[in-house]
Nanobody, 119 residues
Framework: QVQLVESGGGLVQAGGSLRLSCAGS????????MGWFRQAPEKERELVAV????????DYADSVRGRFTISRDNAKNTVYLRMNSLKPEDTGVYYC????????????WGQGTQVTVSS
């Protein structure tokens, strides 16, 4: 199992930047694919970005591609989400999640961190 704790959220003006961090516990962090998800008020949770266990493979939602960058440091058991050119529609609770590389479902979730982008 892995436990996840997000940090780095906050209030930022449109056009600004934030970097979210997700610290994982356990010695097998590198055996998990990681993802960042977000949920805006009264909307369903959506996938924002994913990164493979080695960090070599990444993918993004079309709405954030070119503005957000996901990365990971397995030596520190941490995954990051760098968010640039933030827009009010990026507002929401951001969650990191982990799934074993041999499974399709994200089974482990952090508690979330709030990101609010003001116009």
């Amino acid at each position: 199992q892995v436990q996840l704790v997000e940090s780095g959220g906050g209030l930022v003006q449109a056009g600004g930047s934030l970097r979210l961090s997700c610290a994982g516990s356990g010695r097998t962090f590198s055996s998990y694919d990681m993802g960042w998800f977000r949920q805006a008020p009264e909307k369903e949770r959506e996938l924002v970005a994913v990164i493979g266990w080695s960090g070599a493979n990444t993918d993004y939602a079309d709405s954030v591609r070119g503005r957000f960058t996901i990365s990971r440091d397995n030596a520190k058991n941490t995954v990051y989400l760098r968010m640039n050119s933030l827009k009010p529609e990026d507002t929401g609770v951001y969650y990191c999640a982990a799934k074993p590389i041999y499974l399709a479902k994200y089974d482990y979730w952090g508690q979330g961190t709030q990101v609010t982008v003001s116009s």
